[in-house]
């Protein structure tokens, strides 16, 4: 991370129960990839690294015979913990509130483990040699994020765009101008990086996957409102006593932009890149 930033456990205070609602949903699809490139078959062990309230995990549930999510917010673990429950999955998932920096924590080893953008906000190279000691010969790595490099647009949908722009603008005008994160900020955002940090721990790879996106979407204002709290720069928690003021002029600013209460947007492509342990090298045999 930064160098003058450190993490603390007031980064997604508060978030969690907007998380679900508010966060776009990946691109579907996503789960067929894995399964293919991974030759997932219902066996083996999964590892979700800053798992939220289960998004990823429990998407990739019927993929594995037990899968493990490690998340520092105990709020996303309550989440993650209902939502399991609700899906009927709760015999083969574990959810531990933990900081990846905090592992191994005798959890045992896997065949794959996943950062569902979550990577940046950890020590990337301590994490990464955890990880690669955790998973089994043969393993991977898989890195996913929605695809940054393209251009959605709502044309021929029937509402209005959500005004991103206007609602960074009153964020900015309630919080100020720099990125908040916690008890800190992050003037530079987060870092990227993931690829020389990876090759350094000894990964090889990544192939890269684009999953398509695209699908119409039609989101409604509590939604809108439930993206914004969902984000750690946006945090309920960051507003102290203006909170309901602020989310009162974010619903006026909302109806204004639609008096119908509807938006159109796109779901996100996503990018998945993985990165695999390889075996490692048989020893030579011995010379008489």
């Known amino acids: 991370m930064a160098a003058d930033w450190e993490w603390d456990d007031t980064l997604f205070s508060g978030t969690a129960p907007y998380y679900r609602r508010g966060r776009l949903p990946y691109a579907p699809g ?30 990739l549930a019927h993929l594995f015979s037990d899968v493990v999510g490690v998340d520092p917010d ?6 993650a913990t209902r939502e399991a429950a609700e899906r009927g999955v709760t ?32 020590d990337q190279d301590l994490v990464a040699a955890t990880v690669r000691d955790m998973l089994q010969p043969g393993g991977a790595l898989v890195h996913i994020s929605d695809l940054k490099t393209e251009t959605r647009t709502i044309d021929g949908l029937p509402h209005p765009a959500v005004p991103y722009t206007a ?36 990964f090889s790879g990544p192939q890269r996957h684009v999953v398509p996106g695209g699908q119409a979407l039609t989101r ?37 932009a639609s008096p119908s209460g509807r938006f159109s947007e796109r779901r996100p492509s996503t990018e998945v890149f993985v990165w695999w342990n390889a075996p490692a090298e048989p020893a030579p045999a011995p010379t008489a």
Do not use: N, Y
Not at 35 to 54: F, H, N, Q, T
Not at 74 to 79: F, H, L
């Open 30 to 59: 996503l789960a067929d990839v894995l399964a293919e490139v991974l030759k997932l078959d219902g066996r083996g062990r999964l590892l979700d690294m800053g798992c939220g309230p289960g998004t990823l995990a429990l998407s």
């Open 74 to 79: 105990s709020g996303m673990i309550v989440e």
């Open 91 to 122: 015999g083969k998932t574990q959810w531990v509130q933990a900081r990846a920096e905090d592992l191994p924590a005798g959890l045992g080893t896997f065949s794959v483990a996943t950062f569902g953008q979550s990577f940046h906000w950890m």
């Open 167 to 202: 609602m960074e603008e009153l964020v900015r005008h309630c919080l100020g101008p720099v990125r908040r994160a916690g008890r800190g900020v992050l003037p530079q955002g987060t870092p990227d990086g993931e690829a020389t940090v990876l090759t350094r721990a000894g």
């Open 220 to 256: 409604t204002c509590d939604d809108v409102v439930a993206g914004v709290f969902s984000m750690s720069f946006s945090a309920p928690h960051l507003f102290g006593p203006r909170r309901d003021d602020f989310e009162a002029d974010l619903r006026r600013l909302l109806r204004e």
